[in-house]
């Protein structure tokens, strides 16, 4: 991730703030995503490996 | 999933790496309303008696691993109703089953629908009941290796359905869901 360090801290708590996140699409095509979802609800999905 | 200010609002953590949510299920699961099932999912209808069953998947295929929703609406004749999951002894709950070619899928935790009280006057048990048109959104895991190929669903709702006056011995529905395995990436 860009912008945020997150490494060695805690991931947010229900009621924090989601920091905030740069990631290429799948165009790769830098996305703000704060930016992105504007005033809407998100869903953020981490998946630890993709293939099994 | 976070709110509309960008905070937190719900987490949700998997308990297994290998086991992930299908799209439409992980949204039932953090919304805790059902997230509904596509045109083109796999479905089936079937009747017992005074309770029909439609049965449809929240996805047209499966991966290997992956959780998927089954949405089971359950449509009980006027004037009957079937016991809800909690029963007392002697009485058959409502209950979700599901058997597969190969085998390999299975029903994870049920968040039931909620139920009503019912009295029979002269007994003293209470039931708890389902009148009406009932929605079931029940998680099926599909613990399957990849390139398995279509995985042939039995699903089967057992229950038992009462008037106020008389009831049907214990039935069962049974419908039969063919899901073709999706091609990986």
């Known amino acids: 991730m860009s912008s945020t360090t997150l490494a ?11 920091p905030d996140v740069r990631l290429p699409d799948q165009s790769g ?16 999905v981490f998946y630890r490996s993709a293939k099994w | 999933m976070l709110d509309a200010d960008g905070r937190v609002e719900r987490s949700l953590a998997e308990e297994n790496y290998r086991v992930r949510s299908g799209g439409r299920r992980l949204l039932t699961e953090l919304l805790g309303t059902s997230a509904g099932a596509p045109v083109d999912a796999p479905s089936a209808t079937a009747r017992e008696a005074v309770v029909s069953a439609s049965v449809r998947l929240d996805s047209p295929t499966y991966y290997a691993y992956q959780r998927l929703g089954l949405q089971i609406d359950l449509t009980i004749a006027p004037g009957w109703h079937i016991y809800g999951p909690m029963t007392p002894d002697g009485y058959t709950p409502l209950a979700v089953t599901v058997t597969s070619v190969p085998a390999g899928v299975r029903v994870g935790p049920i968040a039931w629908p909620a139920t009503r009280p019912f009295q029979v006057a002269g007994l003293d048990d ?9 929605r079931l959104d029940v998680p099926v895991e599909f613990i399957i290796q990849r390139d398995s190929g279509e995985a042939g669903l039995e699903v089967t709702v057992a229950f038992q359905a009462c008037s106020a006056t008389e009831c049907f011995a214990p039935a069962a529905i049974t419908a039969a869901l063919a899901v073709p395995e999706a091609p990986t990436l």
């Open chain 1, 29 to 44: 095509r830098a996305v703000d995503l704060h930016a992105a979802r504007g005033a809407r609800r998100a869903l953020v």
């Open chain 1, 8 to 18: 060695g801290s805690e991931a947010p708590k229900v009621g924090d703030p989601f």
């Open chain 2, 126 to 134: 209470g039931f708890a009941v389902y009148d009406g048109t009932v």
